[in-house]
């Protein structure tokens, strides 16, 4: 029996079989331990009762140990070179099926519906591509698809700004753009001695799933730009954030003042010390105002 794909021997063999060089440009850093790699689908929980989306297979390292679990993958893979390599390494496997995908560009509900029965739960497991890590996370959680679990890998530092807790450095527009909709874990560090070519920092493995319903904003994208206005200078309160985001000739400032004291919220407050739940109350309160 062959070597998994995923281990140092092999994925050496397969880069030389197919005379392939690593793309910095694709954020193509692949993993060569095994162990990480089944840590990542058992964080998943994928089963048979999961269709799973992969994101950049690259040779079909971690495709292969999520195949062995689910019901079926699929992965999209942005680089034309890797996609004749893919189908011979994952030939062993009957339940995978390879795009050739720019994800940031790809309809992921039309491609559900194409690919999968919709019998199944659906599961985003991946080991990014660094360089455009935020771009993937917000472009999954606007497709209105709901996905059982997000189990990704990326960069250690933008898993601890989605994982923040309010009143730290990390806490930002991003933190409550991602954790209104999921739970947000951050499983575990990997470091980055595992991966060909060694990346500069360290990785960890962040768990997303959806949360239960909650108090909702009246208006979502109302909601998303309050939340950006209000981290736009972070050194700046949210006063001075608000009057910039409203439009500091314009806003009607009493009634601004009359917001926030309903919602007992200081104007010196940072938006750093405010939680989400504050951010869909101060969105909801600026519409009842007319604001
Ligand atoms: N899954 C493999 C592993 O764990 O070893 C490779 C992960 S590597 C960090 C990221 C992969 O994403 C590369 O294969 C890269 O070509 C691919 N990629 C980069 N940009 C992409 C995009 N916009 N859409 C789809 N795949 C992309």
Known sequence: KRPDIASPVRTRAIMETYGLSFKKSLGQNFLTDVN?????????????NDD?????????ALTEQIAKKAHSVLALELDDRLIPVLSETLAPYDNIQVL??????????????RHFDGQHQVKV???LPYYITSPIILHLLETGI????IVVMMQREVAERLGARPGTKAYGSLTVRVQYQMNVQVAFIVPKTV?????????AIVVLDPKEVQVL???EQLFFKVVRGCFQHRRKNIWNNLLAFLGKQTVDKEKLQRVLAELNISPKERAENLAINDFIHLTNKIIDFNI
Do not use: C, M, T, Y
């Not at 799973?52 to 079909?60: L, M, Q």
């Not at 709901?146 to 679990?149: K, L």
């Open 217 to 219: 904003p009246q208006n």
């Open 146 to 149: 709901h996905f059982e679990a």
């Open 125 to 127: 497991v991946a080991n």
């Open 195 to 203: 991966f060909v070519p060694q990346p500069k920092v360290d990785s």
């Open 100 to 113: 050739r995908q720019d994800v940031l560009k790809a309809d992921l509900k039309d491609l559900l519906a």
């Open 52 to 60: 799973v989306i992969e994101i950049g297979p690259g040779i079909g």
């Open 36 to 48: 990480v790699l089944k840590k990542i689908v058992n964080a998943a929980q994928v089963d048979e």
